[in-house]
């Protein structure tokens, strides 16, 4: 089943659709790439015209989200001083602490089965246990290693499975009941450190630093992928030489990732990495104010928003 396929079959499961152009507009396929695909999925019962045959459906359960992992171990070093009070994940934004949100995006769709990589401060991530019934694993080594680290240590839950870093703000929900293929999220936002960009068959190639697009950091993990992904997590984990990598280069077989791009306008997430990027999305977050803040302010004479 080919990527133009899949789309259709989840644009259909997910809302009642009865025509190729409503289906285009949906999926951003081409009227052609549709028609051609619905035939295709007709022909492979999978559909009766644009109704889901239980050949579909059955695919579907397979691909089926079951659980997630989120990465919450390091030490936010850019958000200094306000990291010195408490981990990236725990910031206030337009009224939600970044990894609270997620956490109830993520039950919106009916995944319960979440845990929490820690590391930096763990043990402001407690409460989080009897607020939603996470699970939460520690990275001891979270101060030497990068987040590829963090996912090794849960690598064999990695099936049909989300992983996210909790910098993130979600606009819109960003995870769904279903599932077809794995995927890399990426954003349509230029970035001058990125070094991946997205082709026309929707795969994520490297290319020239500053001529990539933003790397969001969601994914879903299904099949074979996921596989690739646990084996490879690893074998990384037992070289120092992948002690500074993040775990998208476990996603990596050459020149470009072996699962598919998905993009969201750059509107929709937001990272949050900076003390200026948290007052850019939320001027009025009460995580603006610190007492390091206070203190450097009192020392200069000046306000703290300066």
């Known amino acids: 089943m080919n990527l133009v396929e899949a789309d259709l079959l989840l644009a259909l499961n997910r809302q009642h659709i009865e025509s190729q152009r409503a289906l285009s507009e949906i999926t951003g396929h081409s009227l052609g790439a549709v028609n051609q695909a619905l035939s295709s999925l007709g022909e492979g019962g999978y559909l009766d015209g644009f109704s889901l045959l ?16 989120l990465l919450a171990a390091g030490y936010g070093m850019r958000m200094i001083p306000i990291q010195q009070e408490r981990p990236k994940a725990l910031l206030c934004v337009r009224g939600e602490r970044l990894i609270e949100r997620q956490i109830r995006q993520l039950q919106e769709v009916g995944i319960r089965n979440i845990t929490i990589v820690v590391g ?31 996912l090794a240590l849960v690598r064999d839950q990695i099936a049909n499975t989300y992983v996210l870093p909790c910098d993130l703000y979600c606009a819109q929900n960003p995870f769904s009941t279903s599932e077809l293929y794995s995927w890399y999220l990426m954003s349509d936002l230029p970035d001058a450190e990125s070094g991946v960009r997205i082709n026309r068959k929707k795969e994520i190639v490297k290319t020239a630093r500053g001529e990539g697009l933003s790397m969001v950091g969601i994914s879903y993990l299904c099949g074979e992928d ?35 791009a998905r993009q ?17 999305v939320d001027d009025t977050s009460s995580h603006l104010h610190s007492d390091a803040l206070s203190l450097i302010a009192s020392c200069l004479h000046c306000k703290e928003a300066e």
């Open 226 to 260: 996921a596989d690739r992904v646990r084996a490879n997590l690893a074998a990384y984990d037992r070289n120092p030489r992948f002690d500074d990598c993040f775990w998208e280069e476990a996603l990596y077989e050459k020149n470009k990732m072996f699962v598919k």
């Open 120 to 150: 930096f401060m763990k043990e402001k991530f407690d409460y989080l246990i009897d607020l939603f019934g996470v699970k939460l694993v520690v990275n001891p080594l979270y101060y030497r290693k990068n987040n590829l680290a963090s």
């Open 264 to 280: 969201v306008s750059a509107g929709d997430v937001i990272e949050i990495n900076t003390f200026e990027e948290l007052r850019a």
């Open 54 to 69: 239980p050949r579909a459906r059955k695919k579907i359960q397979t691909c089926r989200p079951q659980n997630a992992i």
